[in-house]
């Protein structure tokens, strides 16, 4: 059963850094795109970055490109999403998600997702 964990969420400074997990179970990262997402209060869930299984080729959306970094470690079948500069419009609920072969910024492209975690940035 493909199952999909995130982790490393918390409280950060403006200004700061994190980085959120995404570990996998159930299936294996080379055939499937991961995609990470995030929904604010009172907003519509929005599709942050996304790597493909086969190459590792990443996908931003303009809002995060040149602060956000995805990547994926084989391995520990585990998809990391890193986030720099972080700024306070960032705080969300971050989520990943699995789907077959090719990348997509949209939620409902993706029928696979795991529960979340919050990412804060405040002073």
């Known amino acids: 059963q493909l199952q999909l964990v995130e982790s490393g969420g918390g ?36 599709g942050v970055s996304c790597i493909r299984g086969t190459e590792g080729r990443t996908f931003y959306a303009d809002s ?26 960032d705080t969300a609920v971050y989520y990943c998600a699995a789907r077959r072969y090719g990348c997509s910024l949209s939620r409902t492209d993706f029928a696979s997702w795991g529960e979340g975690t919050q990412v804060t940035v405040s002073s």
């Open 11 to 46: 409280l950060v400074q403006p200004g700061g850094s994190l980085r959120v997990s995404c570990a996998a179970s159930g299936f294996t990262l080379d055939y499937y795109a991961i995609g990470w997402f995030r929904q604010a209060p009172g907003k519509e869930r929005e």
């Open 64 to 89: 995060v490109k040149g602060r956000f970094t995805i990547s994926r470690d084989n391995a520990k079948n585990t998809v990391y999403l890193q986030m720099n500069s972080l700024k306070p419009e």
